[in-house]
C-alpha cells in the first residue's frame, strides 16, 4: 500500500519511484529489429518532462483536456503522465471506437491538445471536432499542418531548449481533476466519468492491498 503521506498526486507517484532506482528497468518495448530494449525510470521521467513542459509553453493551464486517441503503449505512458504533471485532465479515447461514438464523445470534450497514433487515427474524428483541437501530436507519423507535431521531434527540441526541470509551472493538488475514463457505451452512447488525483491513489491503495492479501495467501500454501 501507500504508505508516504507524502505521495499526494499521480505525479507524485512517479517521482518517488524514480527517486528509488532511477537506473533500474521501468518498461521494455521492442525496437525496430523486434529486439526487447529497457527504459530507465530515468529515462521514462526524463521524456515525461519534456511532454509537461512542451504543454506548459503551448498554453495548457491547470484543467485543461488533454486527449489520447491510440493503442496503448509507452508513447501513451509519456503522454498522460507529462499532461498530469501540468495539472491537466487526461481523457482517454478507446481508438477502435465506432464513428458515432467518436463523434458523439468529441462532441462533449473541449480538447486544447490531442496525442493520436497517427494521421490514420485522426481522420476518424469528424472534420467539425478535429479543427477545433490546438494542437495535435503525433505518436506515429510526420505533422502536416502548423498544428500537428510529433513526439519525437517534441522530445529532440524540448531536450535542447528546456532542459529537464527548468520550466515552472502550478503541479496538481489531490482534489484536482485527473483523468476522465468513458463508460462502455452497450446501451447508449459513452458517458464521461472524471476522477480526482486522491481518488485515483485511493483506488490504487485499494488494489495494492488486495494484491498484498492474495499474495499473502499464496505464499501461505507455498510454505506448506
Not at 529489429?33 to 527504459?39: A, C, L, N, S, Y
Not at 490531442?114 to 506515429?140: G, N
Not at 485527473?178 to 458517458?191: C, H, R
Request: charged share 20%; net charge negative.
Amino acid at each position: 500500500m501507500i504508505a508516504n503521506t507524502n505521495l499526494r498526486t499521480i505525479p507524485d507517484l512517479l517521482e518517488t519511484r524514480y527517486a528509488s532506482s532511477p537506473e533500474a528497468t521501468a518498461f521494455f518495448i521492442l525496437d525496430q529489429e523486434k529486439h526487447w530494449q529497457g527504459i530507465s525510470w530515468k529515462q521514462f521521467k526524463q521524456n515525461v518532462s519534456f511532454i509537461t513542459a512542451f504543454l506548459v509553453t503551448a498554453g495548457i493551464k491547470k484543467g485543461d483536456c488533454v486527449g489520447i486517441l491510440a493503442p496503448t503503449s509507452l508513447h501513451w505512458e509519456y503522454a498522460q503522465m507529462g499532461a498530469l504533471a501540468a495539472s491537466a485532465i487526461v481523457a482517454g479515447i478507446d481508438h477502435n471506437s465506432p464513428p458515432d461514438q467518436l463523434s458523439h464523445i468529441f462532441s462533449t470534450l473541449n480538447l486544447s491538445v490531442l496525442f493520436v497514433q497517427d494521421h490514420t487515427t485522426l481522420a476518424k474524428i469528424p472534420a467539425e471536432y478535429r479543427e477545433k483541437i490546438k494542437w495535435v501530436i503525433l505518436f506515429e507519423g510526420n505533422p502536416q499542418h502548423p498544428h500537428e507535431n510529433s513526439i519525437s521531434e517534441i522530445f529532440l527540441t524540448t531536450k535542447i531548449l528546456f532542459p529537464e526541470n527548468s520550466i515552472n509551472y502550478i503541479k496538481p493538488e489531490p482534489e484536482d481533476a485527473a483523468i476522465m475514463v468513458f463508460t462502455s457505451g452497450t446501451t447508449d452512447f459513452q458517458k464521461a466519468i472524471i476522477f480526482t488525483h486522491e481518488q485515483v491513489l485511493t483506488a490504487i491503495n485499494a488494489i495494492l492491498g488486495a494484491f498484498d492479501d492474495t499474495l499473502n495467501e499464496v505464499l501461505k500454501l507455498i510454505d506448506k
